[in-house]
């Protein structure tokens, strides 16, 4: 007969408690190992995108300073073209104080050195001579 005071004792039922907390810890156990793998396959990943990026960019650094080399010539000429403007139109600009044609076509034109006020007299003397400006 059953009593509910003194229940029937197996060995195997002190066991089932003790098995299911190593098999839930097991489990646990297993899924930090698994998401520890998927953690370093994608370190591993970020690592080879890292070093690629950083690949191109060294490549794209050595094109950069070619670039710059090779467009320094151009530069080059655009200056001297300015200076070379610059002083056509200065000496356009002291020819018109002496010469009517050159005074229409700076009218015309409307040449003037660069931050001069044409209606306000100039006071002040530049320390550098300015460069001439269209409107």
């Known amino acids: 007969m059953f009593n509910p005071l003194n229940p029937p004792s197996s060995p ?10 190593c098999l839930a810890l097991a489990g646990f156990l297993l ?3 698994v998401g520890e793998l998927q ?5 591993k990943w970020q690592k080879k995108n890292l070093l690629a990026q950083a690949s191109e960019l060294e490549k794209a650094e050595a094109r950069l ?9 151009l530069v080059g000429q655009s200056e001297k073209v ?3 403007y610059m002083a056509l139109l200065g000496g356009l600009l002291e020819l018109a104080k002496t010469d009517a044609d050159a005074r229409k076509i700076v009218e015309k034109w409307g040449i ?3 931050g001069a006020n ?13 460069a001439p ?3």
């Open 118 to 130: 044409p209606k306000a007299p100039a006071t002040t003397t530049p320390s550098a001579p300015a």
């Open 112 to 114: 003037q050195m660069q």
């Open 65 to 73: 300073g070619e670039l710059v080399k090779q467009r320094e010539t």
């Open 39 to 43: 953690n370093d396959a994608s370190l």
């Open 31 to 33: 899924s930090q190992i």
């Open 82 to 84: 300015k200076a070379d």
């Open 12 to 21: 195997a039922s002190s066991h089932y408690p003790i098995g299911l907390i």
């Open 133 to 135: 400006a269209f409107r």
